[in-house]
């Protein structure tokens, strides 16, 4: 059905006194601010209604209840005097009862009420109705005092995170009033409905799972950036936090995904009831299960400098480092800073759309003519070590191997993206331990549990740590399970490069 007006704002009196004389309270902002993003997004103007006259003693109002079966729409801004107020909780439950009796509460797995916490409230306090829906937090909390301070566009400390959320709170209403308009037919034939109507064909779910709260800033950022790119990302609203409940409708939402993207920071996360697990471990969990079922492709993220705060969740950390089956199944883990496990992701989404088919084996790539193809191995070193590894290339190239350096001129992303090109397309990969560090080494060999989700469907030939000169303890005891090691400190170890190149 066709709506009258788009949204109604749900708020406590109190919330939209001003603390400075002569300027519009918070709800008034907040009212204006997105009245004016919803515009740009939609390409039309939304209605947006409440009652600018609401006291916190006023007598509950029939007039108003009765037209929510003509807003598409509630938000309710959550606040201590919000659900403190009988008015407020019976706003909520009155339109939600309206809502059953038109389109109903939840449309394609998404409420119509959005949460916006302008002041941290128990779920306890919330009507019963919109408990697990998940919530818009305008609000943060200072690292050093622990005090929560409330986003607003009037200060500047706090005005970055205002926009951000406000932001991400009409992408998320624009998307669902178009999905509501979509339900009754033809969009009109407008520029924004026609953009709408494209950006559908190409959604796809990705399943971004809740993370613990030092993560939060991070999943925020990685949702919108995901949104920005037209995907829909669930879940939408707030997971149960009951168990065997919670892995019910992960499971179930699973099932419609394309990609399941996980976040582990330095906290264990929210333990549900029924469980000693945390919500972090069990959505893992279910997704493995789905992956070994269904080869949901996977991405897990953990910090470089990850620090776990307790034993549970260092145990579940050292499960996912050393490649347990029930954690890790379908999975790449990427170990790095955000930004590094956002390219992986934008990589593995391209992967996933632009398949190739299978070609048809030619006659230069049938029987015996593999000594027709060009053999590509990329060979990893420090800036320092450039003139080191001639006798290591020369025998590669001697041996009919083409060899790729990493560049080292240009900015930062020119070099990433060739690195990363190299990775995807190359036969195989090693790494010349000469004059790099300890921690140079273990960052290019993260790139080996990175490299499918760069996009790479082949699996690579062989990876090859080389240990070069100059002779140190930490190379003298240097081992792995993650790639061949080859000592090279004296000199070039022809036979057993030779049986390294015999892999590809």
Request: aromatic content about 8%; glycine content about 6%; charged content about 25%.
């Amino acid at each position: 059905m066709l709506f009258e007006k788009d949204i109604f704002i749900s708020y406590a009196h109190i919330d939209d006194e001003s603390m400075i004389e002569d300027r519009k309270g918070w709800i008034s902002e907040f009212h204006r601010a997105l009245e004016i993003r919803l515009g740009q997004l939609l390409g039309s103007r939304p209605v947006i209604w409440r009652d600018p006259a609401l006291q916190g003693n006023h007598i509950f109002d029939k007039e108003i209840v009765d037209q929510f079966s003509r807003v598409a729409l509630m938000i309710s801004i959550m606040s201590p005097r919000y659900t403190k107020s009988d008015w407020c909780i019976r706003e909520v439950n009155e339109f939600y009862q309206a809502c059953q009796q038109n389109a109903g509460f939840i449309v394609n797995n998404k409420a119509r009420v959005f949460k916006v916490i302008k002041t941290p409230v128990t779920l306890d306090a919330q009507a019963e109705c919109i408990r697990n829906i998940l919530g818009y937090e305008f609000y943060g909390t200072d690292p050093h005092t622990g005090r929560i301070k409330e986003y607003s566009p009037l200060f500047s400390h706090t005005e970055k995170g205002y926009w951000e959320k406000l932001d991400d709170l009409a992408n998320d209403i624009a998307s669902f009033l178009e999905e509501l308009k979509s339900l009754n037919g033809p969009a009109k034939s407008t520029k924004g409905a026609t953009d709408a109507k494209e950006s559908a064909k190409k959604v796809k779910n990705i399943y971004l799972s809740e993370s613990s709260y030092d993560t939060r800033d991070a999943r925020d950022s990685l949702k919108r950036e995901l949104q920005d790119h037209g995907y829909n990302m669930l879940p939408f609203g707030q997971l149960p936090l009951v168990a065997p409940v919670l892995k019910d409708d992960v499971a179930a939402m699973l099932r419609d995904t394309q990609l399941s993207i996980h976040l582990i920071g330095n906290n264990y996360g929210i333990i549900p009831e029924g469980t000693e697990k945390s919500i972090v471990e069990l959505q893992n969990e279910v997704a493995a299960a789905e992956s070994i079922n269904s080869k949901l492709p996977r991405l897990i993220w953990l910090p470089d400098n990850i620090d776990p705060v307790d034993e549970r969740h260092k145990r579940f950390v050292q499960l996912l480092e050393s490649g347990n089956l029930q954690q890790i199944a379908g999975a790449d883990i990427v170990k790095g800073s955000i930004e590094d496990f956002k390219s992986v992701i934008h990589d593995k989404l391209k992967a996933m759309e632009h398949v190739p088919a299978t070609p048809p084996v030619s006659p230069a790539m049938s029987g015996n003519s593999d000594e027709h193809r060009t053999r590509m191995v990329y060979l990893i070193c420090d800036l320092q070590d450039l003139d080191s590894i001639v006798p290591l290339e020369d025998h590669l190239f001697g041996s009919g191997i083409e060899v790729v350096l990493p560049i080292f001129d240009g900015d930062e992303t020119q070099i990433r993206e060739d690195h990363i090109e190299n990775l995807k397309n190359c036969s195989g990969v090693i790494i010349y331990y000469g004059y790099g560090s300890e921690v140079w080494l273990r960052t290019k060999m993260r790139d080996f549990m990175k490299i499918s989700g760069y996009g790479r469907i082949a699996p690579l030939g062989f990876k090859c740590v080389y240990v070069a000169s100059p002779a140190t303890p930490a190379k003298q005891r240097f081992r792995t399970l993650e790639a061949d090691v080859i000592n090279g400190v004296d000199q070039v170890p022809i036979t057993e490069l030779n049986n390294l190149l015999s892999k590809i």
